[in-house]
């Protein structure tokens, strides 16, 4: 779902925190290919509509844009995940929390970077069962937000990114690296140089997990009709709106795996997302990937969506397109056996049929 998307049924009413109400300021690995192909990140941008000549570079404006989505705490939890108020937001957040530590086999001594970790809705939920919990983000916005929301954890840290650079971090200095519904928004050169870039600051045996949009799923290819249909945004500078939907194929992410010098543990192709565990396989004995391969591998069942999951989110795509009425999505809930996803589901549709009464009618629908 786009944030354009959401955003259409939520009213932006929350105010920002104060601070940042300012302006932003064999295994398959290919070992030493990294350095070779590695290279400077882009320089910092220049805001959205600045100048006004030609376009900018393809791949730019994520500061800018991503920065203005988040000028409140209602756009910025629209643009995360669609989720109207914090409860939903940390229904979300602590469901796909269990499904990043399962694939990163996180553990209570590990230091661990999410990329894009928008309003920490993942690491206030992750911070708790790992020693350290670092978020990173090109948005200050989100960021200002996301120290809000977890400053009664001792263990969080944030940096704020350029483009596609983790200077802050040493080499080999992080045992987990994380980066959900982030690398789907990037330009594929910039989604390549991050993962030059975590090949870097992961130490050897450490876990990434990233996930992207799947266009060889049927669902995939449906959400993938989405950005096809969307009207280019007006307000909008750039050529490709860097709040856009990017897909792959499975074989394409694990060749950027494979060339940015990380060995692929896990690649899914099952569902509307392509999810990958990976490695930095630099003076790891065969066996000992294999042992990792084979521990993560067991995890598969908690890592990729639940058929319940799917059905709920291939619903949400009907509902977003309008081939799904809020009544009838609403229905198609009320009809499926409790879980944790109905519930995640439902919560989420109550919420936002409140804030949409007047046009939806009364909740519940007759
Ligand atoms: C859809 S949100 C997901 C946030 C978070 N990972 C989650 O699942 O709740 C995408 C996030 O990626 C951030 N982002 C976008 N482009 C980025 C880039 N080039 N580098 C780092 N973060 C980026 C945005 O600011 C935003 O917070």
Redesign the pocket.
């Known amino acids: 779902m786009t944030?354009r998307q959401i955003a259409q049924f939520l009213n932006p009413a929350q105010k920002l925190p104060k601070e940042a109400e300012k302006p932003p300021a064999s295994t398959g690995c290919l070992a030493g290919s990294v350095e070779e192909t590695r290279r400077s990140p882009a320089p910092e941008e220049p805001a959205a509509g600045v100048g006004g000549g030609s376009p900018p570079l393809e791949g730019g404006g994520?500061?800018s844009?991503?920065?203005r989505?988040?000028m409140t705490i209602a756009g910025?939890f629209a643009?995360?995940?669609g989720s109207p108020d914090e409860e939903v937001?940390r229904l979300?957040?602590a469901y796909?929390a269990d499904m990043i530590a399962a694939a990163l086999l996180v553990s209570e001594t590990d230091r661990v970077l999410?990329?894009?970790?928008?309003?920490?809705?993942?690491?206030r939920e992750l911070a708790p069962r790992c020693g350290r919990w670092i978020g990173?983000?090109?948005?200050e916005?989100?960021i200002a937000i996301a120290r809000e929301r977890t400053q009664h954890l001792p263990n969080v840290e944030f940096t704020a990114?350029?483009?596609?650079a983790l200077d802050a971090f040493p080499d080999n200095s992080l045992d987990k690296v994380y980066?959900?519904?982030?690398f789907?928004?990037?330009d594929k050169v910039?989604l390549f140089l991050?993962l030059q870039e975590i090949a870097r600051v992961l130490r050897p045996g450490g876990l990434f997990y990233f996930d992207t949009w799947n266009l060889a799923d049927e669902v995939g290819w449906k959400r993938w009709l989405i950005e096809v249909n969307q009207p280019p945004d007006p307000n909008q500078p750039w050529r490709k709106d860097?709040?856009s939907n990017q897909f792959s194929v499975p074989a394409e992410i694990g060749l950027y795996l494979k060339h940015a010098g990380l060995c692929e543990l896990l690649l899914t192709s099952d569902s509307f997302w392509i999810q990958t565990v990976a490695t930095k396989a630099t003076g790891l004995a065969p066996s000992a990937i294999e042992s990792l391969r084979e521990r993560v591998e067991r995890n598969r069942p908690r890592i990729v969506p639940t058929p319940i999951f799917r059905e709920l989110f291939a619903a949400q795509v009907e509902f977003m397109t309008g081939r799904l009425s809020p009544a009838e999505a609403y229905r198609h809930l009320s009809q499926m056996p409790d879980s944790r996803e109905v519930t995640l589901y439902r919560t989420w549709l109550e919420r936002l049929w409140q804030l949409n009464q007047t046009q939806w009618g009364p909740y519940p629908p007759k």
């Open positions: 944030f994520y500061k844009s991503w920065n989505t988040s910025a643009a995360v995940d937001l979300h957040g796909m999410e990329i894009g970790c928008g309003v920490g809705r993942l690491g990173a983000d090109i948005s916005n989100m990114l350029t483009r596609t980066s959900h519904a982030v789907i928004h990037l910039d991050y860097p709040l």
